[in-house]
């Protein structure tokens, strides 16, 4: 491994059968909490996302697909064909050796290739497998292939997005694939402590179906519990207002007044009048949106964003602008709370990459986060190594 062992996870190994997007994540989580990652691809192109774009960027060794920069630092890549048997022994080696397995097949696929959850027990009774699936293992659809923007649509996110109701929009990134990917190590680590307890590993499931609907919060209670279907209605929220996105004079800035005192101070600043039958209360003011939407654009036309968030700043309103993704790498509280990664490629030279959201402190203040990162692995990397400490077993697809 090219990086110290350092972090919670430090001594924990993880083999990653994973590809595309929601298993990877996962595993890149626990990579950043020090955890050994050992990715393991097919010999012919390795992860699909190896292949998804543009953008690439081009080396003399090749194209890297800034895709899969983004999921897979902190890993090693050995490849193993599974369909072979010498490739499922060395599968069975790195097993024995394991803490967690990361698994995003078709349910039925690890099964088939002789790694059923039994299988798996037999070889190592303290492993932690993680299965991660696209609508869940079993029900009557348990056995659909797992595509995000699918997922969205089926488990209700994109009725709840875009510009209104006939406006069904996906959200921008891949959302079901990551929080499957964050429900999943959320769960692997409940398991690693468990087995503390019980000496015993165990199973842990996720799908993107699951791991979105669990997501939908008051709007999963709208209907559950209110009785009300909810649905799109753009970038105003449907529960509290004033809570959106509004127009100025050049752009358009987010406010967020969610108390009565908030809302007080705002109407204030803004020569709004706080009293007025139509908004006396969150409730009313909800129930004339358009109107009162209407009235605060009236009051920000004249401003220009950069002064008018100051005068909200001013008036301890919460508010903000909508940054295009080059303005948050440029931010300097992005880089502050390490969410601007450099990484030293082989092949590309100086990288940045999104960094992880969490940070590590004693009590005395002093940072205890994992600062060094392995960057993303090129296809095969680590083969000899690996198959080194495997003990080289003979006929191993390289």
Known sequence: MSRPAEGPLAGTLV??????????????????????????????????????????VDTPEGRESTYFLS?????????LDLKNEEGRNALRELVRRADVLVENFRPGTLDRLGFDPEALERLNPGLVVLSISGFGHDGPEGQRAGYDQIA????????????????????????????????????VLAALLERERTGRGGVVRTSLLSSIVSVLAFQGTRWTVGGEVPAAQGNHHPSIAPYGLFRCLDGA???????????ARFAEAFGLDAEDPRWR???TRVSHRAELTEAVEAAFAGWETDALLERLSDAGIPAGRVRSVDEVFAWEQTKSQGLALGLDHPTLGRIEVPGPPLRFFRPDGSETTPGAHSTPPRLGEHDDEILAWLGAFEGVAR
């Open 15 to 56: 083999v990653d059968l994973s590809r595309a997007l929601a298993g990877p994540h996962a595993s890149m989580m626990l990579g950043d909490l020090g955890a050994r990652v050992i990715k393991v691809e097919r010999p012919d192109g390795g992860d699909d996302t190896r292949g998804w774009g543009p953008p690439f």
């Open 71 to 79: 999921c897979n630092r902190n890993k090693e890549s050995f490849r």
């Open 152 to 187: 969205q649509g089926e488990a209700g996110l994109m009725s709840l997005t875009g510009s209104g109701p006939d406006d069904p929009q996906r959200v921008g990134v891949p959302i079901g694939d990551l929080l499957a990917g964050i429900h999943g190590a959320y769960g």
């Open 253 to 263: 800035v987010q406010i967020a007044v969610g108390s009565e005192g908030l809302w």
């Open 281 to 283: 209360g969150n409730a």
